[in-house]
């Protein structure tokens, strides 16, 4: 069967639809909270592979005559994410029920927050591709419960309440973005804060930020809103993308086929690639809000607030910037340290027991470091290798007692160990081999164990030059000093003694 | 008379001294129940017999057996020279809306009659752990909704121990008819709109209505969560302050418990009313409600012997030295009722989101696993008439645009409400009132099958209490005499936030200064056989 909302191929010319149209994108996004326990009761609130319905209690399997009690840690660490998106944090903010029944809803509401919540506005601002910088704001910061998960097996509907009142924040942005790399950007960025912040895993594919993407069209440079369609169960950052795409193709084709787009709810298939409709959404759901009656208002002191604020680390673009005027960084390399907390934090560590060039660091984190960290699946805070312990291997290379592929060897022995540079050079003898005499008695050695090559060589096979390099240096296992090797080879070579 | 009429304090204070024990008493309990009470109120209850209209009818759920366990443990606690707790021995019953671990817990309603708790409620669990042998579960008013127990599923209904053509009252019908009938001492209730100070009114015992979160509501199934207030229901003032002395308190499960020290409600309760300013006011000696073809409001004067009861009650408290306060005007009370009909309605359909079939209590069979029916035949056979007309209600009133109009009209007649108390309590007001004196209820208790099934009709029998409710005060209905037709009517004193020590001194003093009318010498029917 024709996949109905598939793009015909004759209208696949994508640039020349984006030439009339522009993309209208806003990005709603649920971020699970990295607390120990649930946000209204003291089940754990990390339930990634439990058996179904093993961390749950009365209160978050919503039994009778139970009742919420607010979890402070959840309310800070959605507080410290408002700072950090530049919303304000109400000093008096309100839970709400949101009324509607779903099996994996076991209250048959969910208590969220509607219209006096913890955040009030706010932005992100984002460098997209194109190296501009996208301001995006944020219509809505709320806290929240999650509810449970249903999934069907074998004819039978079955129900997993682990999840069920798991903290989240629910972010919405203003239709705010115009292209799917932009929402893509929009996504990777907020990540990176998230874990920036500590505040979620922020782990896409174990659901600890989900995002759902509205999109419309209009003619481009114009300010109106044309209706939206919702696209639900996009799971990574490639989803996303493909996605809006794939949803901004099938729009332009039918306004450009005399169409109107109409307000449905899109479903994403993973596994086909493919929007599929799940329903018409003429009217908005009623979902009855009123305020939740079993909990106190959210009244947090004007000092606690100050405190959060300043407990706000330096965001990531701030630090990014800053490693660029300060340590003369590259963007490119200033962005990749600022990845994450642990590297940037790891970088600057370096630099203060390194002591000098700032892009001479750079350069050994960045294809050594990094390296090894993909490998070993470690962020740069697990590291063995220390930063004091990079800045010594450096050093040891920049004083030319190793050289630098025994330093980038040294650095994997570092880690492996936990011996300290010093220790592990002395104790394998890894010393650079620049002793002027022990240097030449290994090359009189070679050239008397070869005298065909030499006589080869004098004759005019200068191609010999290397070969013979590498026999000192396996002789030497390649602790010979590179440069003193070759002076002193073609010394010898020359018969120049 | 038998140990089961002791009053609890003096019951605990002889198991404490080892000259009782609370075997039996616990005998004497069951005993009177076997005498009264009849059959339990049951779904499948079969024609109701000549027999169940001589009887009672205050149990859904005897827990015969752990009643007798739990004495025994007070009993050989005593034995070893361990403190039993201060309501060591003292049979008492639980309104079946609270949770007890192990034992079914109905709410009165068929969606929740396979239902056992896995858990206890706080409340509940301070009273066990105060020594109180619970007897088991009492009847109510479906989900609490309603005035007369009639609408409970579990029938035969609570009758009315002084007269059993009569309601008892409701919601907590079951627990005052206990209490009145000796079956047990004390009882747990709780108080939406006046769902403890009606009954007790009506059944002739005292019933508090404490502070709004003065007692935790964690394992109270709601009904009106801004509303309830779980409270004792008991026979005499003293009982009811040693009741909510155990019970009351902050609670790690429930934030809206407040977190003040909880005083000592028996020190200090025979100190008297020197002094005190008790006020009258016209607004709770009239009622309004609406005619039932024009729409219009109807004020009325209360009945007489009402109004009589109150205004001597009065004079009581002024020849014990209080200073009364006329014409305290309540102007606000008039709201009092349609903002509850729209409030606890809106509350209400929201609580009962969770009864769907899915997790726990009754499902119906749906046919082809279609989602949509499970629910929809759940409710519909789960739910009796009152849940249905309260989500039908509370869904619509609500629901979009209608919640302006309604919900938060509602909530601005509250605050309203709340200023009237405030204003008669403000120490540095025109008033300053200690303790406000009305009637508890319009009329002495109502016949059976007078107005059920009219939920706006009967609920103006709660127009006096469900003021208090509104604003979260605390209210205490005493007996305050008894109607020309030998029913117990009842008198309510209502003071400003944790001002129940207050209340019980006035209710004690009041108690005190009538204990030879002769009133106080009639006993209920039903114990003139037993007797
Ligand atoms: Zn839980």
Same mark, same amino acid.
């Given at each position: 069967?024709?996949?109905?909302?598939?793009?015909?191929?004759?209208?696949?010319?994508?640039?020349?639809?984006?030439?009339?149209?522009?993309?209208?994108?806003?990005?709603?996004?649920?971020?699970?909270?990295?607390?120990?326990?649930?946000?209204?009761?003291?089940?754990?609130?990390?339930?990634?592979?439990?058996?179904?319905?093993?961390?749950?209690?009365?209160?978050?399997?919503?039994?009778?005559?139970?009742?919420?009690?607010?979890?402070?840690?959840?309310?800070?660490?959605?507080?410290?994410?408002?700072?950090?998106?530049?919303? =304000?944090?109400?000093?008096?903010?309100?839970?709400?029920?949101?009324?509607?029944?779903?099996?994996?809803?076991?209250?048959?509401?969910?208590?969220?927050?509607?219209?006096?919540?913890?955040?009030?506005?706010?932005?992100?601002?984002?460098?997209?591709?194109?190296?501009?910088?996208?301001?995006?704001?944020?219509?809505?910061?709320?806290?929240?419960?999650?509810?449970?998960?249903?999934?069907?097996?074998?004819?039978?509907?079955?129900?997993?309440?682990?999840?069920?009142?798991?903290?989240?924040?629910?972010?919405?942005?203003?239709?705010?973005?115009?292209?799917?790399?932009?929402?893509?950007?929009?996504?990777? &960025?907020?990540?990176?804060?998230?874990?920036?912040?500590?505040?979620?895993?922020?782990?896409?594919?174990?659901?600890?930020?989900?995002?759902?993407?509205?999109?419309?069209?209009?003619?481009?440079?114009?300010?109106?809103?044309?209706?939206?369609?919702?696209?639900?169960?996009?799971?990574?950052? =490639?989803?996303?993308?493909?996605?809006?795409?794939?949803?901004?193709?099938?729009?332009?084709?039918?306004?450009?086929?005399?169409?109107?787009?109409?307000?449905?709810?899109?479903?994403?298939?993973?596994?086909?690639?493919?929007?599929?409709?799940?329903?018409?959404?003429?009217? =908005?759901?009623?979902?009855?809000?009123?305020?939740?009656?079993?909990?106190?208002?959210?009244?947090?002191?004007?000092?606690?607030?100050?405190?959060?604020?300043?407990?706000?680390?330096?965001?990531?673009?701030?630090?990014?910037?800053?490693?660029?005027?300060?340590?003369?960084?590259?963007?490119?390399?200033?962005?990749?340290?600022?990845?994450?907390?642990?590297?940037?934090?790891?970088?600057?560590?370096?630099?203060?027991?390194?002591?000098?060039?700032?892009?001479?660091?750079?350069?050994?984190?960045?294809?050594?470091?990094?390296?090894?960290?993909?490998?070993?699946?470690?962020?740069?805070?697990?590291?063995?290798?220390?930063?004091?312990?990079?800045?010594?291997?450096?050093?040891?290379?920049?004083?030319?007692?190793?050289?630098?592929?025994?330093?980038?060897?040294?650095?994997?022995?570092?880690?492996?160990?936990?011996?300290?540079?010093?220790?592990?050079?002395?104790?394998?003898?890894?010393?650079?081999?620049?002793?002027?005499?022990?240097?030449?008695?290994?090359?009189?050695?070679?050239?008397?164990?070869?005298?065909?090559?030499?006589?080869?060589?004098?004759?005019?096979?200068?191609?010999?030059?290397?070969?013979?390099?590498?026999?000192?240096?396996?002789?030497?296992?390649?602790?010979?000093?590179?440069?003193?090797?070759?002076?002193?080879?073609?010394?010898?070579?020359?018969?120049?003694? | 008379?038998?140990?089961?009429?002791?009053?609890?304090?003096?019951?605990?204070?002889?198991?404490?001294?080892?000259?009782?024990?609370?075997?039996?008493?616990?005998?004497?309990?069951?005993?009177?129940?076997?005498?009264?009470?009849?059959?339990?109120?049951?779904?499948?209850?079969?024609?109701?017999?000549?027999?169940?209209?001589?009887?009672?009818?205050?149990?859904?759920?005897?827990?015969?057996?752990?009643?007798?366990?739990?004495?025994?443990?007070?009993?050989?606690?005593?034995?070893?020279?361990?403190?039993?707790?201060?309501?060591?021995?003292?049979?008492?019953?639980?309104?079946?809306?609270?949770?007890?671990?192990?034992?079914?817990?109905?709410?009165?309603?068929?969606?929740?009659?396979?239902?056992?708790?896995?858990?206890?409620?706080?409340?509940?669990?301070?009273?066990?752990?105060?020594?109180?042998?619970?007897?088991?579960?009492?009847?109510?008013?479906?989900?609490?909704?309603?005035?007369?127990?009639?609408?409970?599923?579990?029938?035969?209904?609570?009758?009315?121990?002084?007269?059993?053509?009569?309601?008892?009252?409701?919601?907590?019908?079951?627990?005052?008819?206990?209490?009145?009938?000796?079956?047990?001492?004390?009882?747990?209730?709780?108080?939406?709109?006046?769902?403890?100070?009606?009954?007790?009114?009506?059944?002739?015992?005292?019933?508090?209505?404490?502070?709004?979160?003065?007692?935790?509501?964690?394992?109270?199934?709601?009904?009106?969560?801004?509303?309830?207030?779980?409270?004792?229901?008991?026979?005499?003032?003293?009982?009811?302050?040693?009741?909510?002395?155990?019970?009351?308190?902050?609670?790690?499960?429930?934030?809206?418990?407040?977190?003040?020290?909880?005083?000592?409600?028996?020190?200090?309760?025979?100190?008297?009313?020197?002094?005190?300013?008790?006020?009258?006011?016209?607004?709770?000696?009239?009622?309004?409600?609406?005619?039932?073809?024009?729409?219009?409001?109807?004020?009325?004067?209360?009945?007489?012997?009402? &109004?009589?009861?109150?205004?001597?009650?009065?004079?009581?408290?002024?020849?014990?030295?209080?200073?009364?306060? =006329?014409?305290?005007?309540?102007?606000?009370?008039?709201?009092?009722?349609?903002?509850?009909?729209?409030?606890?309605?809106?509350?209400?359909?929201?609580?009962?989101?969770?009864?769907?079939?899915?997790?726990?209590?009754? &499902?119906?069979?749906?046919?082809?696993?279609?989602?949509?029916?499970?629910?929809?035949?759940?409710?519909?056979?789960?739910?009796?008439?009152?849940?249905?007309?309260?989500?039908?209600?509370?869904?619509?009133?609500?629901?979009?645009?209608?919640?302006?109009?309604?919900?938060? &009209?509602?909530?601005?007649?509250?605050?309203?409400?709340?200023?009237?108390?405030?204003?008669?309590?403000?120490?540095?007001?025109?008033?300053?009132?200690?303790?406000?004196?009305?009637?508890?209820?319009?009329?002495?208790?109502?016949?059976?099958?007078?107005?059920?099934?009219?939920?706006?009709?009967?609920?103006?029998?709660?127009?006096?209490?469900?003021?208090?409710?509104?604003?979260?005060?605390?209210?205490?209905?005493?007996?305050?005499?008894?109607?020309?037709?030998?029913?117990?009517?009842?008198?309510?004193?209502?003071?400003?936030?944790?001002?129940?020590?207050?209340?019980?001194?006035?209710?004690?003093?009041?108690?005190?200064?009538?204990?030879?009318?002769?009133?106080?010498?009639?006993?209920?029917?039903?114990?003139?056989?037993?007797?």
């Amino acid at each position: 069967m024709m996949n109905p909302l598939a793009v015909p191929d004759q209208h696949r010319n994508k640039d020349g639809l984006m030439a009339d149209f522009e993309a209208v994108i806003g990005l709603e996004t649920h971020i699970q909270l990295n607390t120990v326990t649930k946000i209204f009761c003291s089940c754990k609130a990390d339930s990634w592979q439990d058996p179904p319905n093993t961390n749950i209690c009365p209160v978050c399997a919503g039994l009778p005559g139970v009742l919420p009690v607010l979890n402070e840690a959840a309310v800070y660490k959605g507080a410290l994410l408002a700072a950090a998106m530049h919303a =304000e944090i109400r000093l008096v903010s309100y839970f709400d029920r949101k009324n509607y029944f779903y099996p994996d809803l076991p209250k048959g509401y969910q208590i969220s927050q509607f219209d006096l919540a913890l955040g009030d506005g706010g932005y992100l601002d984002v460098t997209m591709p194109g190296g501009f910088v996208r301001r995006v704001n944020i219509t809505k910061l709320h806290l929240e419960e999650d509810a449970g998960k249903t999934k069907y097996e074998g004819g039978q509907r079955l129900v997993d309440f682990n999840r069920c009142g798991v903290p989240l924040v629910e972010m919405v942005t203003e239709p705010d973005l115009r292209s799917a790399d932009e929402a893509a950007q929009y996504l990777i &960025r907020l990540r990176q804060l998230l874990r920036w912040l500590g505040v979620s895993e922020a782990d896409m594919e174990k659901g600890h930020l989900r995002c759902d993407a509205n999109v419309s069209i209009r003619t481009a440079g114009s300010t109106y809103l044309n209706t939206k369609t919702e696209i639900k169960n996009v799971n990574s950052i =490639e989803a996303v993308r493909a996605a809006i795409n794939m949803e901004i193709e099938r729009q332009v084709s039918l306004v450009q086929a005399g169409g109107q787009v109409e307000s449905w709810t899109l479903d994403w298939d993973e596994t086909r690639q493919r929007l599929n409709k799940m329903r018409s959404k003429e009217t =908005e759901a009623d979902y009855r809000y009123f305020r939740e009656p079993d909990l106190l208002p959210l009244e947090l002191t004007s000092e606690w607030r100050d405190a959060v604020i300043q407990n706000l680390p330096e965001l990531p673009l701030e630090r990014q910037l800053r490693f660029m005027t300060r340590y003369q960084l590259p963007e490119y390399d200033a962005d990749i340290l600022t990845a994450d907390r642990p590297i940037a934090d790891y970088y600057e560590a370096a630099l203060t027991a390194y002591g000098t060039d700032p892009k001479i660091l750079s350069n050994w984190i960045m294809n050594e470091v990094l390296r090894m960290q993909n490998e070993l699946g470690l962020s740069a805070d697990a590291l063995t290798l220390t930063p004091e312990y990079l800045a010594e291997v450096i050093r040891l290379v920049d004083a030319g007692t190793i050289n630098a592929a025994t330093g980038k060897a040294l650095l994997v022995k570092v880690q492996q160990s936990g011996q300290p540079p010093q220790a592990i050079v002395a104790a394998e003898g890894l010393s650079q081999v620049s002793d002027d005499s022990a240097l030449q008695s290994v090359i009189d050695a070679v050239l008397a164990a070869h005298p065909q090559e030499v006589e080869s060589y004098r004759g005019g096979k200068e191609g010999l030059f290397g070969w013979f390099m590498g026999q000192v240096m396996r002789q030497t296992r390649g602790q010979a000093d590179p440069a003193k090797t070759r002076a002193l080879l073609q010394k010898a070579l020359q018969g120049k003694r | 008379m038998s140990l089961t009429d002791q009053s609890a304090f003096d019951i605990a204070h002889k198991i404490q001294r080892g000259e009782l024990a609370a075997v039996d008493v616990l005998d004497a309990a069951l005993e009177r129940i076997a005498a009264v009470d009849g059959r339990p109120g049951a779904l499948d209850y079969g024609p109701l017999t000549q027999e169940d209209q001589t009887k009672v009818h205050a149990f859904i759920t005897l827990t015969a057996d752990r009643a007798r366990q739990k004495a025994e443990r007070v009993d050989a606690r005593i034995s070893s020279g361990e403190d039993a707790g201060a309501l060591a021995g003292v049979p008492i019953t639980i309104k079946d809306l609270f949770c007890l671990k192990g034992v079914p817990t109905t709410a009165a309603s068929r969606i929740l009659s396979n239902f056992v708790a896995p858990y206890t409620a706080t409340a509940i669990e301070r009273l066990e752990d105060a020594g109180a042998v619970v007897l088991g579960k009492v009847n109510m008013d479906e989900f609490a909704y309603g005035s007369s127990n009639e609408s409970s599923a579990f029938k035969p209904t609570t009758r009315n121990p002084w007269d059993l053509t009569r309601v008892p009252g409701g919601s907590s019908g079951g627990s005052a008819a206990a209490v009145a009938s000796g079956q047990g001492c004390l009882s747990v209730g709780t108080d939406t709109g006046g769902s403890i100070r009606q009954p007790a009114a009506y059944c002739g015992v005292v019933g508090l209505k404490p502070t709004y979160g003065r007692i935790s509501r964690y394992g109270v199934i709601a009904f009106a969560s801004s509303l309830d207030c779980p409270g004792p229901l008991a026979r005499n003032v003293r009982d009811a302050a040693l009741m909510l002395s155990v019970m009351a308190g902050a609670d790690t499960r429930d934030s809206t418990a407040v977190r003040l020290p909880v005083p000592d409600y028996l020190a200090g309760i025979d100190r008297g009313v020197k002094g005190m300013r008790i006020g009258l006011s016209k607004d709770y000696l009239q009622i309004s409600y609406p005619d039932p073809d024009t729409g219009e409001t109807i004020m009325e004067d209360l009945p007489a012997e009402i &109004r009589n009861m109150t205004l001597r009650a009065a004079e009581t408290l002024a020849a014990e030295g209080a200073e009364i306060v =006329e014409n305290v005007p309540m102007p606000n009370s008039i709201y009092g009722i349609p903002a509850y009909f729209v409030i606890s309605r809106v509350e209400a359909s929201s609580n009962l989101h969770r009864f769907d079939g899915v997790k726990y209590g009754y &499902r119906a069979r749906a046919s082809g696993g279609d989602l949509a029916e499970l629910y929809r035949l759940t409710r519909a056979e789960g739910f009796g008439l009152e849940p249905k007309l309260r989500v039908l209600m509370g869904m619509y009133m609500s629901g979009g645009q209608l919640s302006l109009q309604y919900f938060q &009209r509602a909530l601005q007649a509250r605050s309203m409400i709340r200023a009237d108390f405030e204003t008669a309590f403000d120490p540095d007001g025109p008033y300053r009132l200690d303790v406000l004196l009305t009637p508890t209820a319009p009329t002495p208790a109502f016949k059976m099958g007078d107005f059920y099934g009219d939920s706006t009709l009967m609920q103006y029998s709660d127009q006096l209490t469900v003021s208090a409710n509104h604003a979260g005060v605390p209210a205490l209905s005493i007996p305050g005499g008894l109607s020309a037709e030998g029913l117990p009517m009842g008198l309510q004193l209502i003071g400003p936030d944790f001002a129940e020590a207050t209340l019980f001194r006035a209710g004690y003093a009041f108690e005190q200064a009538t204990a030879d009318a002769d009133w106080r010498a009639v006993k209920p029917c039903v114990l003139a056989e037993v007797e």
